[in-house]
């Protein structure tokens, strides 16, 4: 998947832009902009790539999406069947790309500061303050100007304080890349993303960008704080974490359809990664 660069452009005199997306499907398309965007499921289900986390998702999630983080909201497959009457739903608010670093220079305004910087990596929230805060976002729709503006300051605060809230991207992920405008890696990441499911190694990512694969290496963990092993690994796990969520496969299936070629190994870094077993991941999210 390449990550496309979209508009999000929130108009001169305003702070924030607040949309209602109502599609038959999300927009298929794996992109990122220079706005930290807020998003609110409010119907549809399927999966979430956020920089190297993949995810299943459902109605009611409230997501933050830093500065330049590839993201995409993928529907299940019933979502395009030819008499689908399934809907894809979203409130989103895009901030002034501005909006953090003004922010940041206001001492009242330390949480806040500390929320879009943790955005970077993507935060998904899970708190007992979502209902609340989808109640605020459907209000808005009915404000303007100022009054709209202080609702907006009412929900950073409220996902500044909500502790149940999961990071999803790697630190090292796309985000940095872009931002130096790397080619190679970008060229890079293209490839592990849409060849991480079959034989991949480093080599080829090599071949692919026209590196020496002892280059690639050192270069791959320069930029990305990490091996490239481990990214890859965290990407398949990933991978496999939603497919496990799903239960549409047993475990052995989702090795194999992950990239992994053999069980043990497949369990042994799905442990390093995950901090427990598939069995144990899967026990965690049933039902």
Known sequence: MKAQLISRTVIEDHSVMLNEHDYDNFLKLWHYHPEVELAVIRESTGTRFVGDSIEKFDEGEIIMIGKNLPHLWLNDEIYFGEHSDLRARAHVIHFHKNFPEILSSMPEMEKISHLFKRAERGIKFEGASNKQIISIVEEMFHLRGLNRFMKVLEILKLLAEQQDNQLLSGPGFLRSVIQKNDNRMTSAFEYIMSHFTGHLSLPDVAGHINMNPSSFSRYFKRVNKKTFTRFLNEVRIGFACKLLI?????????????????ISNFNRRFKVIKGMTPTEYIKTHAG
């Open 246 to 262: 799903e239960e549409q496969y047993n475990i052995s299936e989702v090795c194999y359809r992950s990239g992994f070629n053999n």
